[in-house]
């Protein structure tokens, strides 16, 4: 393969030509998953919690705005956030809609909470996000005696939504799709339901909702599979959560460290929580030397797992990710494609489906970008079930490359553009802003 370009000059564009050897240690901030579910029960406990580590980006503040919108007193101080919790009933009715701006999180876990209420709002998104369904959760909400109407196209709800809440029932519900979004708007809806709620998963998703829950006090059950709330007197703070680093950012600097030559950092207190490390499990099997310490739990022990990660550059083989993984790796599904470029051999990842309903469909934008560069990278579908093939060359080549406003779409294209042959040019950055707006500066201290 040929690593001449030529560029046609991007509207924003951003240079990535600077090439080095990262090394050293970074702290991130807190997870990103972890710190929705924390201000949520937070606001529906009684008593006050201090959130430590707080992520401060465009999701997170989504959703500190829609509990102040309904009437959460919430204070941010240096990395901290503090909640005064009002109980289960305390929150008050919004005169003017509900901006989530385009938190996909927020909206599907609000969703569960405003079906607790006995009053009307309406919930308005961003652009990107008014693209992504909702049937997921408004179908599931609706059996439990939420009012919801949305927009529908092609026979799929999307937002805005309008939702009355309040006398709910419990459900049994055999989980359609892997998503943790949707469990997690059942269980928060479970909070308010006469009698018990219970969620069957197929695969299992992320679970920081139901270790959330323990530590709140819920009678909240897991087996396996299946995930089980009992009502109760309500919610009470533990006073202090500490948020763990988030793994989906630590993600971009492990490949980064892994596929640049002599790189060596560490990544200090990042979450390690199983139904999160998927990438972990993946780029050891691959070869990537990671040394993982997990700290022995400080807290509660059903509280987030979080402990070091050393990782040294090495020489990666291609690998098979089972449709089972997926919900682990899900959000690290990018960068993994771009390691798998610079591995030797071929990677399979089977069962993708779920990222064409992300910020963007991220099959296409990673497609689209690592093609430019060089890549050889397909799609195939056995059935209903859609696979990306990559056959590792051990290199890519700089070119002019796309976020397509996607943040995980950014990111792994400036990982790929670092390690790559010549300069890339990146036509937006902006978009880090949702989830790791610290993103850039995080890098160059590991110039
Ligand atoms: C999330 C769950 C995942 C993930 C998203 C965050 C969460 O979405 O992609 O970034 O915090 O529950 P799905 O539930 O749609 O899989």
């Known amino acids: 393969m040929s690593c001449i370009r030529k560029f046609s000059p991007p509207a924003k564009p951003f240079l990535i030509k600077h090439k080095f050897i990262p090394s050293g240690r970074i702290i991130l901030a807190g997870d990103k998953s972890i710190a929705h579910r924390a201000l949520i029960l937070s606001a529906l406990s009684s008593g006050k919690t201090i959130l430590k580590n707080f992520p401060i980006h465009d999701d997170s503040l989504a959703t500190l705005n829609a509990l102040s919108v309904l009437g959460v007193k919430i204070l941010r101080k240096k990395g901290l956030v503090s909640v005064k919790g009002c109980g289960m009933q305390g929150l008050k009715t919004s005169n003017q809609p509900i901006f989530v701006n385009n938190s996909g999180t927020t909206l599907r876990l609000l969703l569960g909470v405003l079906a607790g209420m006995d009053f009307k709002t309406k919930v308005v998104t961003g652009k990107y996000l008014s693209a992504r369904p909702m049937s997921r959760v408004n179908v599931p909400l609706r059996l439990m005696g939420a009012q919801i109407t949305a927009r529908i196209k092609a026979n799929q709800e999307y937002a805005p939504i309008v939702?009355?809440?309040?006398?709910?029932?419990?459900?049994?519900?055999?989980?359609?799709?892997?998503?943790?979004?949707?469990?997690?708007?059942?269980?928060?809806?479970?909070?308010?339901?006469?009698?018990?709620?219970?969620?069957?998963?197929?695969?299992?998703?992320?679970?920081?909702?139901?270790?959330?829950?323990?530590?709140?006090?819920?009678?909240?059950?897991?087996?396996?599979?299946?995930?089980?709330?009992?009502?109760?007197?309500?919610?009470?703070?533990?006073?202090?959560?500490?948020?763990?680093?988030?793994?989906?950012?630590?993600?971009?600097?492990?490949?980064?460290?892994?596929?640049?030559?002599?790189?060596?950092?560490?990544?200090?207190?990042?979450?390690?929580?199983?139904?999160?490390?998927?990438?972990?499990?993946?780029?050891?099997?691959?070869?990537?030397?990671?040394?993982?310490?997990?700290?022995?739990?400080?807290?509660?022990?059903?509280?987030?797992?979080?402990?070091?990660?050393?990782?040294?550059?090495?020489?990666?083989?291609?690998?098979?990710?089972?449709?089972?993984?997926?919900?682990?790796?899900?959000?690290?599904?990018?960068?993994?494609?771009?390691?798998?470029?610079?591995?030797?051999?071929?990677?399979?990842?089977?069962?993708?489906?779920?990222?064409?309903?992300?910020?963007t469909d991220r099959i296409n934008s990673m497609v689209v970008n690592l093609r430019k560069m060089g890549a050889d990278i397909r799609v195939n579908k056995v059935g209903l079930v859609e696979n990306i093939v990559i056959q590792g060359q051990g290199r890519l080549c700089g070119s002019e490359l796309k976020s397509f406003g996607d943040h995980r779409t950014a990111m792994s294209m400036v990982v790929a553009a670092l390690a790559a042959e010549g300069e890339s040019r990146l036509d937006d950055i902006s978009c880090v802003s949702k989830s790791f707006p610290g993103f850039l500066k995080t890098l160059k201290s590991l110039e």
Not at 194 to 208: F, I, M, N, P
Not at 297 to 306: G, I, L, Q, S
Not at 309 to 334: A, F, N, Q, Y
Request: net charge positive.
């Open 163 to 359: 939702i009355k809440g309040g006398n709910l029932k419990g459900i049994v519900y055999h989980a359609k799709i892997a998503s943790a979004q949707v469990k997690s708007a059942i269980l928060l809806a479970g909070l308010f339901a006469k009698g018990k709620t219970q969620v069957l998963e197929r695969l299992s998703t992320r679970d920081h909702t139901e270790r959330m829950l323990k530590i709140f006090g819920a009678n909240i059950v897991v087996n396996n599979n299946s995930i089980t709330l009992n009502p109760n007197q309500g919610l009470v703070s533990p006073g202090e959560i500490y948020i763990p680093g988030d793994i989906s950012s630590a993600a971009f600097f492990i490949v980064l460290a892994t596929i640049i030559p002599k790189a060596k950092i560490i990544i200090e207190h990042s979450s390690l929580n199983p139904s999160r490390s998927g990438i972990i499990n993946v780029l050891k099997r691959m070869q990537a030397k990671i040394k993982v310490v997990v700290f022995k739990a400080d807290k509660p022990v059903n509280f987030e797992p979080r402990g070091d990660l050393t990782i040294s550059s090495s020489k990666l083989k291609g690998t098979v990710v089972l449709p089972r993984e997926i919900p682990s790796l899900v959000d690290e599904l990018p960068i993994l494609m771009v390691a798998a470029c610079f591995a030797q051999g071929r990677t399979i990842i089977k069962g993708v489906g779920e990222l064409r309903v992300k910020e």
